[in-house]
Structure formats: structure tokens, C-alpha cells
């Protein structure tokens, strides 16, 4: 089993910054990426940004590309994601996901389906 507790959510006016955390524990051998995913009411959880476990590499969403960064503290066991420029637009509650599973293609680490192990949610609030 793995466990995932994410925070650092709050209210930001529109230009700001966040960084979210991501604390994983229990059986993180066994994890192959950790996601960073939002959903905002009345919509489906959308892909943000992962970060692969073996070769650290990274994937982002357009809509973030340039402005957020995912990034990992492997002693901690943390996975972060720095949020700059913070748009209205990017107000949703977010959740960090773990996968278990092995994909030679990144492209399926894009979908909420791929992760097994989820956080709690943290809000992200962001005011024009």
C-alpha cells in the first residue's frame, strides 16, 4: 500500500505563487510516478504535471508549461509542485496521485486512471 498526503493549497490573488506538497509513504518502492492532478467543480480531474521515480523526468500540462514545476526531494519522500503566475482559471482542488504501474510511453501517465493511490485534495484558490 501506498499513502499520500497532499497540502499547501490556499488563496492566492492572480499572479501569485503556491507550492504544494505531496508526502508519500508506505511502499514507495513500489511507485513509478507521482502525478499532480486538479479538478474544479462539475469538471473531470485533469492531467497538471508527473514526475517519473526512476529518471526524475517530467511531463506537463500546455495550460501550466512555463509557469509550474514539479519537482522531488527523494529524502523526504516528497513530491512538490511550484505554481507561478497563478491564473483564476487554475482555481481547483488538486491531488497528488502515485502509480504502481510501468508504461513505456509517458503519454499514459497523462490519465488519471494510470494512478492507484490518491491524496486527500488540497484547495487552490486563486481571485482576479
Known amino acids: 500500500q501506498v499513502q499520500l498526503r497532499d497540502s499547501g493549497g490556499g488563496l492566492v490573488q492572480a499572479g501569485g505563487s503556491l507550492r504544494l506538497s505531496c508526502a508519500v509513504s508506505g511502499r514507495t518502492f513500489t511507485t513509478s510516478a507521482v502525478g499532480w492532478f486538479r479538478q474544479a467543480p462539475g469538471q473531470e480531474r485533469e492531467f497538471v504535471a508527473a514526475i517519473m521515480r526512476n529518471s526524475g523526468s517530467t511531463y506537463y500540462a500546455e495550460s501550466v508549461e512555463g509557469r509550474f514545476t514539479i519537482s522531488r526531494d527523494a529524502a523526504k519522500n516528497t513530491v512538490y509542485l511550484d505554481m507561478n503566475i497563478l491564473k483564476p482559471e487554475d482555481t481547483a482542488t488538486y491531488y497528488c496521485?502515485?502509480?504502481?504501474?510501468?508504461?513505456?510511453?509517458?503519454?499514459?501517465?497523462?490519465?488519471?486512471?494510470?494512478?492507484?493511490?490518491w491524496g486527500q485534495g488540497t484547495q487552490v484558490t486563486v481571485s482576479s
Open positions: 496521485g502515485a502509480s504502481t504501474l510501468t508504461y513505456p510511453n509517458s503519454r499514459y501517465y497523462y490519465a488519471a486512471r494510470t494512478y492507484g493511490y
